[in-house]
């Protein structure tokens, strides 16, 4: 390739990273947020969809796509709740609940979102970053979803509430040890409900993004399994929302890369990079198996660490 072709290329790549990153970044999120009370929520994939459904269909019906935004993040808070008011029940297991809820997500999106596949929705706006060039393509790469900066702000707000505020520091304490909670007169279910329903919220906020910018419309294929993928994110980044935001930024390239390519003309093993963000998860996974990566910043109230 020439010198202007991979400048177009990486260009591509960096507005992808953030097209493609911005549902992986608040779903990411909102599972750090519920991971780090000491709950672990992997039905964000049937929230991720369930969300994206209503917030395309909030917006058909308003007419206002940040209708359909608070429409989904809403819906996402309800199955979070779900999720949370379950979990808190004796002998119930996280994990299994969120397989349930998973399904239960899915099974609802694809029964009630039927009757969206064909209509048009009013979309998120875009914020142009490209107006220094005079190079369409580069312009196109760079319209950037107007969800994103909120995602930093908030990734960046996250980071420091957990360190620096009160409520952050009782859902540190609720994930780390309950029975110090206890003792200090904490509800520890009414924290793991409410972190739950807020990471719900926030996830919420992703389906949005898919069904309302990128791609922009409603179908059963939609989510391609990134609520699991997200929960590896939180892994990844050590529990860390400012981390989760270069984690959904990585992952974000790494899906950009096959489109990107095929702009400049390689056409050949498309298939193949499109393939390129579940190689790295399953990479990443492989990566984190040993104890002396994967276990630093985890909650105690996790397990993993035990």
């Given at each position: 390739m ?22 992986f ?11 780090k009370?000491?709950r ?11 969300s ?6 909030g917006?058909?019906?308003s007419?206002?796509p ?5 429409a ?12 949370g008011l379950?979990?808190s ?7 299994a609940?969120?397989?349930a809820?998973?399904?239960?997500g ?7 979102g039927?009757?969206?596949i ?15 060039s ?6 196109a ?6 969800l ?30 309950s ?18 329903a807020?990471?719900?919220f ?7 993004s898919?069904s ?9 294929g ?7 993928i ?12 400012v ?9 974000g ?17 498309y ?5 390129v ?5 399953l990479?990443i ?8 990566r ?9 397990g993993?660490?035990?």
């Open positions: 020439t010198d202007s072709a991979v400048l177009d290329v990486l260009i591509a790549v960096l507005g992808g990273a953030i097209r493609v990153g911005t549902p970044l608040f779903v990411s999120l909102g599972e750090c947020l519920t991971e009370a000491g672990i929520n992997l039905g964000l994939e049937g929230v991720l969809v369930f994206a459904m209503a917030g395309f269909g917006a058909c019906l007419g206002s940040w209708v359909g935004v608070l989904a993040g809403a819906s996402g808070a309800l199955l979070a709740l779900l999720h379950v979990c029940l004796q002998r119930v297991n996280d994990i609940m969120g397989i809820l998973m399904l239960l899915a099974g609802l999106a694809f029964t009630l039927k009757p969206l064909q209509p048009q929705a009013p979309q998120i706006p875009a914020i142009a970053l490209g107006g220094w005079s190079s369409p393509s580069v312009q790469a760079l319209q950037i979803n107007a994103f900066p909120i995602g930093v702000l908030l990734a960046l707000g996250m980071g420091w509430a957990f360190a620096n505020t009160r409520w952050g520091l009782v859902v540190r304490m609720v994930g780390d040890s029975d110090a909670a206890r003792a200090l007169g904490t509800s520890v279910n009414g924290v793991r409900i409410a972190a739950t807020a990471g719900g926030i996830a919420g906020l992703g389906g949005a898919l309302l910018y990128y791609p922009g419309s409603w179908n059963e939609l989510s391609s399994g990134q609520g699991l997200a929960v590896a994110l939180v892994i990844f980044a050590r529990w860390s929302p981390r989760c935001l270069g984690a959904a930024l990585l992952f390239g790494a899906g950009a890369l096959g489109p990107a390519l095929q702009s400049v003309g390689v056409s050949g093993y298939d193949l990079f499109n393939a963000p579940y190689a790295l998860t990479a996974l492989v990566w984190t198996c040993s104890p002396k994967s276990l630093k910043g985890a909650p105690m109230e996790l993993v660490s035990r």
